[in-house]
């Protein structure tokens, strides 16, 4: 076994890797950028090496410092997580020049299957069933039409060396393709400094399930399971599970037979995942093989036990599987939340900024549901405009898949976080959802379910009743504190939103007695657990217990029970009346005003003072976190004026140019 | 008596109703509260004792004399806020306009020398059109009376206006004496003469709300110190600030139970300040998470965002903050940043409220329009305000503190009481590329010679060490105790006693 090894990853995957090395007793080596020189990563490994700017492209993709890393510290392996070099054969061939081990597959199986082209044309060879499309390079804009006009419309438009997401589009029409193709060779280029670009048909209604496998340097290969991958926005994965809620015992055995068959064919020798495009009707197609361990892997590790881990280093250190096919197990349901800088409110667009306040869930076994938090932040920490967005990958596994969520949508309330946007609200949300609860459930899935947009939900009955109690509560309390509360009135009106309804209040002890005329009943608050100045309200309404998070208003307060928000307001009566006289106040019509939605740097602008607009045209395109977003205009107008120039860097919300 | 009884009821039902059904219709329709509607939100509950109701106007002129309302435009009283006495007036825009007659005046000043006698806060609520000019110079000398209440109790009681509705003209010096100034946005301006007087004297077109809206003063002239989404928000945020302020200068700021552990640790302020020492910050995060339960008033959010003034409690008891804010125009000090942070600093010593400076200053704003804009007058209220206050003055250097704003950000030599630094400081004459520039101007052609240099400078200043060495820094503090460390400071402080010579008054650089 390996005595020292090097991690050429950043965040929470380096945390990860580092924890497993730590178990077996190996020495660990972080590698690391400027900006993560005071990470979490860097402060857990026994030792760091600084190797280039914040710039991916100047340090965790620059093979030769990771090697020199390697050699100045005398590492005997380097594990190279996912992303960044993890794909890169020639990385791994120089590693074997140096004598040092891959913690990967051997680079003729990474050849093989890393490049999607390569990968297709080898699957087809072996006759597994693929989606159709063009197996050749697209040379440009007029190839591309060409091409998507023999498959058929709608097309892909998918980076050759990409993945999770990443340098991927979508074209509906002939119009699209012209419109996206540059902008996809930018973006691949960007990203992983290779600009091919292919074009495969693009199946609708289709889910994403891979299978995990894992082989050894003596020639065995099984795989552990499928993961279900199909809850994704802009084509990138939020929330996964193990195993899938679609796979029958017959399909996942013969998904899996495929799956090793084709890693067997290729000499497969280390952790690999087949991901597959699933119909309605069951049937599925080979899409891709990532020849490295996947994001979403802690759902395999839950579900059967294994670390992976673990099992890549010691496959890459010559030992042979400990185990066959027949021992792998599947026990119970594990679910991942990825934790992104994000704004669900707008597309999903990242955010970046310090975490003034980052505290997750505590892990552990609580009640059956096993907690797992992985993350590579702590408080104060930034997340930066130079890599992937992902705060931390939430995963809770029990008995059962609807335990599993039940405990995900607790841990989800129990996580919080200040600074950067981030899509906490959005998760809630799906995890409580009835179709998603119902496992018929696509790629498409976000999308159809929010059409125009995720806006946060309505409460429901239950929580607009928590969030009267807890308003009234820490009323109370606020006014015991203050001196002034002793005779806590009687009569309230309390709104939760749009909704207003007079109660009639008495406190019995410490609890509160609710009762609510208008519906001829009576709540019950129960167990409060809160203090002034606190950030969660913990209560137990009518024998159920919910957590609330709670931050003061100008007016009230703000609260929010999962996926809900909303201000809420205790008055007296007199007060209520005052705020029925004044009538809402129309928003003010901010159309004409064409604002940034992320930050970023302007890469175009199409636009000059004095020019016409039609609505929907693309007036700006914003660069930021390697993805181009394109600003359009909402309505017809002229450019009155252009506030920005190429090359500024915006903040959200920045006026870029305002109609006229 | 029966009758007599019938008959003060009718007349306070008349006096009520203000100028009838119709204008509190209008005054709802455009998003308005009646006076006292707004006095209701603004006091506790039941707590109002109206004074004057019965007060009409004495003017005959021009057919007033047919026209005559109880209250005559304003309603005056006293009540409580949290229990603590208040007193209020409230203009009445449905009776005249609001506008401004002898008797209308005669009840504000009435309210006024109350407020004194008593000493608690004034409150005034203004929507308004001004004079009554029907009155002619009478009105005038009633907005005289009351600027001079203004004045004398300056100093002596909180005074706080709000402005939520019109206020021009002669209306605007009230406020304009008064402590803090808030607006309601969209529905409240206030100008000295308005749109048809600018067009008429200097050709200029330009709407109330250029002229005067909350966008205007509360963004870019600095005359108002906040603004609010509508009347509500507003007058709850009014009972907030109150809760922060002693009721006059008699008294300490009120104190109350705190459930914030005054030695809580914040170990992510360890990283607040970036490597990078270009880099900006929010120095609010850092106020924040000093302050109990993170709880913070700010004054003027939107005004001068170079620097941070606002009120926090520390383990219970108020304490004005005032910090450079690195995220805007790097925290330097220029005119506005200047005048904005004098004034709050004068409000907390007159009012004996512990004052905590964070300091991340670069220097003062270099420029033309900075000189031609008596930046150095500016400047001089900041360090004279400082140099004056002989409330508790904790300090404390969280990185840059150049040149002459470093003496000015209540430096020990402006009597700190307790002088802190981060070890991230920098105490110097200026940056240490600009000073190596000036001291080696010789080895100007050879730039390694200059790095050389700068480096060497750099490891002289950018620390903190030098200052303390010379006792101008008391301690050097590790980020994550600053909560402790600034609480047990100003526990320390609770029983100092300074004053100042004897004067009639200071002649601050105005």
């Given at each position: ?37 005071a ?60 004598g ?6 051997n ?12 990968s ?23 190839h ?28 509906w029409?002939?119009?699209e ?29 289709p ?57 067997k ?24 093989m ?5 994001v ?73 549901v ?18 992937d ?39 809630s ?5 009835a ?92 167990g ?73 740097v ?11 607009v ?47 | 008596?029966?009758?007599?009884l ?28 009646t ?44 009540g ?31 309210v ?50 709000v ?162 804010q ?10 506005d ?6 004034r ?39 360090l ?18 150049y ?23 920098e ?41 303390a ?42």
């Amino acid at each position: 076994m390996f005595e020292k090894i090097l991690i050429a990853n950043r965040g929470e995957i380096a945390v990860r890797i580092i924890k497993t090395a730590r178990r077996m007793g190996i020495a660990t080596v972080a590698v690391h950028s400027d900006a993560d020189a005071a990470s979490l990563a860097v402060s857990m490994a026994d030792e760091a090496v600084r190797i280039g700017p914040a710039a991916a492209t100047l340090s965790y993709l620059d093979a030769e410092a990771v090697i020199a890393a390697a050699k100045a510290t005398g590492a005997q392996a380097v594990h190279p997580g996912y992303g960044f070099l993890s794909e890169r054969a020639a990385f791994a061939e120089r590693l074997a020049a140096e004598g040092i081990v891959f913690i990967g597959p051997n680079p003729r199986a990474i050849e093989a299957m890393g490049d999607k082209i390569e990968s297709k044309r080898f699957a087809a060879a072996a006759k597994v069933s693929t989606v159709p499309g063009s197996l050749d390079v697209i040379s440009g804009t007029a190839h591309a039409v060409k091409v998507a006009e023999v498959i058929g419309y709608p097309v892909m438009m998918k980076a050759s060396a990409g993945g999770g997401g990443k340098g991927m589009r979508i074209a509906w029409t002939r119009a699209e393709v012209e419109e996206g193709f540059t902008a996809a060779q930018a973006e691949a280029r960007g990203a992983f400094g290779d600009d091919r670009v292919f074009i495969e048909k693009f199946v609708s209604e289709p889910r994403h399930i891979e299978i995990q496998v894992l082989g050894d340097r003596h020639g065995h290969v099984v795989h552990l399971n499928e993961r279900e991958c199909s809850i994704q926005r802009r084509h990138q994965k939020v929330i996964e599970e193990a195993p899938s809620p679609f796979v029958t015992p017959a399909m996942r055995a013969a998904m899996g037979a495929q799956a090793v068959a084709l890693a067997k064919a290729v000499d497969y020798d280390s952790a690999g995942t087949v991901e597959f495009i699933v119909d309605a009707d069951r049937r599925f197609y080979f899409l891709e093989m990532n020849t490295r361990l996947q994001v979403e892997h802690p759902v395999t590790e839950l579900t059967t036990g294994l670390d992976l881990v673990e099992q890549m280093i010691r496959v890459a250190a010559g030992e042979p599987l400990s185990f066959g096919q027949e021992d792998v197990r599947l026990d119970g349901w594990a679910v991942e939340s990825r934790i992104y800088a994000e704004d669900p409110y707008r597309g999903f667009l990242p955010s970046i900024g310090r975490l003034s306040r980052y505290a997750p869930p505590p892990e552990g076994t609580y009640d059956g549901v096993v907690v797992r938090n992985d993350t590579g932040v702590g408080e104060g920490d930034d997340i930066s405009v130079h890599y992937d967005p992902m705060i931390a990958k939430l995963c809770t596994w029990a008995e059962t898949r609807d335990a599993a969520l039940d405990g995900m949508a607790r841990a989800l309330d129990g996580f919080r976080i200040e600074g950067p946007a981030n899509n906490i609200l959005f998760l809630s949300a799906v995890v409580d959802e009835a179709r998603f609860r119902s496992g018929k459930i696509s790629t498409a899935y976000i999308a159809e379910t929010w059409p125009d947009g995720f806006h946060g939900l309505e409460p429901t009955a239950f929580q607009a009743d928590a969030m009267t109690a807890a308003a009234l509560a820490m009323q109370r309390l606020q006014g015991l504190r203050n001196g002034n509360g002793k005779a806590f009135r009687s009569d309230w009106v309390v709104s939760v939103g749009t909704i207003k309804r007079p109660l009639q209040v008495r406190v019995d002890g410490a609890a509160l007695e609710i009762a609510i005329p208008g519906e001829r009943r009576t709540l019950r608050l129960d167990g409060i657990d809160w203090r002034p100045g606190g950030a969660l309200f913990r209560g137990v309404l009518d024998g159920k217990a919910f957590g609330a998070s709670v931050a003061p208003a100008a007016e009230g307060f703000q609260i929010r029970m999962r996926a809900a928000t909303a201000r809420v307001l205790a008055l007296s009566p007199r007060s209520s009346e005052l705020h029925e006289r004044l009538p809402p106040r129309k928003p003010k019509d901010r159309s004409n005003r064409l604002v940034s939605p992320m930050p970023g740097v302007i890469v175009a602008l199409h636009v000059v003072p004095g020019q016409a607009v039609k609505a929907g045209e693309t007036v700006a395109v914003i660069e930021a976190m390697k993805m181009q977003n394109m600003v359009r205009a909402e309505r017809d107008g002229t450019a009155a004026t252009v506030d920005v120039a190429v090359g500024d860097s915006v903040a959200a919300d920045q006026v870029l140019a305002t109609l006229a | 008596m029966q009758k007599i009884l019938e008959e003060l009821e009718k007349r306070r039902a008349r006096a009520r109703l203000g100028g009838g059904e119709k204008r509190i219709a209008a005054q709802h329709a455009k998003g308005k509260l009646t006076a006292r509607e707004r006095i209701d939100l603004l006091l506790d509950e039941g707590s109002f004792e109206e004074f004057d109701i019965f007060v009409e106007h004495r003017a005959h002129d021009f057919g007033m004399a047919d026209q005559r309302i109880p209250g005559d435009g304003v309603v005056t009283g006293w009540g409580t806020i949290g229990g603590r006495t208040v007193f209020v007036f409230s203009k009445d825009f449905t009776v005249f306009g609001g506008s401004l007659s002898g008797a209308h005046a005669q009840k504000i000043v009435k309210v006024q020398r109350q407020a004194m006698k008593v000493g608690a806060p004034l409150i005034g609520l203004f929507d308004a059109g001004g004079a009554r000019i029907q009155e002619g110079v009478e009105s005038l000398a009633g907005y005289a009376d009351i600027f001079l209440e203004n004045t004398l109790a300056s100093g002596v009681i909180p005074q706080i206006s709000v402005i939520m509705g019109p206020c021009a003209g002669g209306d605007v010096y009230s406020p304009a004496i008064t402590d803090f100034i808030f607006m309601v946005r969209d529905t409240s301006y206030m100008y000295v003469t308005g749109p048809d007087v600018v067009k008429a004297v200097t050709g200029e077109t330009v709407t109330h709300e250029d002229l005067g809206g909350a966008s205007i003063h509360c963004v870019k002239s600095g005359v108002a110190d906040g603004a609010f989404d509508n009347d509500l928000e507003a007058l709850s945020q009014v009972r907030r600030l109150i809760e922060f302020l002693p009721a006059s200068n008699r008294e300490k700021a009120p104190a109350r139970k705190s459930f914030d552990e005054p030695d809580r640790e914040e170990p992510s302020l360890d990283t607040l300040v970036p490597l990078d020492n270009d880099r900006p910050y929010d120095i609010k995060e850092l106020i924040l998470k000093v302050v109990d339960e993170a709880d913070f008033f700010e004054i003027s959010a939107e005004y001068a965002k170079n620097i941070v003034c606002g009120f926090g409690r520390m383990d219970g008891e108020t304490a004005g903050f005032v910090a450079n804010q690195p995220m805007a125009l790097a925290g330097v000090l220029d005119m506005d940043a200047s005048r904005k942070a004098a004034r709050f600093v004068r409000f907390c010593d007159a009012f004996n409220i512990p004052i905590v400076t964070f300091v991340d200053v670069p220097g003062f704003m270099p420029g033309t329009r900075q000189e031609y804009g008596g930046l150095i007058k500016h400047g001089a209220k900041l360090l004279y305000a400082y140099a004056e206050a002989t409330v508790p003055k904790v300090t404390l250097i969280t990185r840059k503190a150049y040149g002459g704003a470093y003496d000015v950000m209540s430096s020990k030599h402006l009597r700190g009481d307790i002088n802190y630094a981060w070890p991230t400081a920098e105490i110097a004459v200026m940056g240490a590329k600009g000073a190596v520039e000036i001291i080696f101007r010789a080895d100007a052609a050879d730039p390694e010679k200059l790095k050389a240099r700068e480096a060497e400078y750099r490891d002289r200043f950018a620390n903190p060490f030098v200052a303390a060495s010379l006792g101008y820094i008391d301690d050097v503090i590790l980020p994550h105790e600053t909560r402790r460390r600034i609480a047990r400071a100003l526990k320390s402080l609770k029983s100092k006693e300074l004053t100042n010579p004897w004067k009639k008054h200071g002649n601050i650089p105005l």
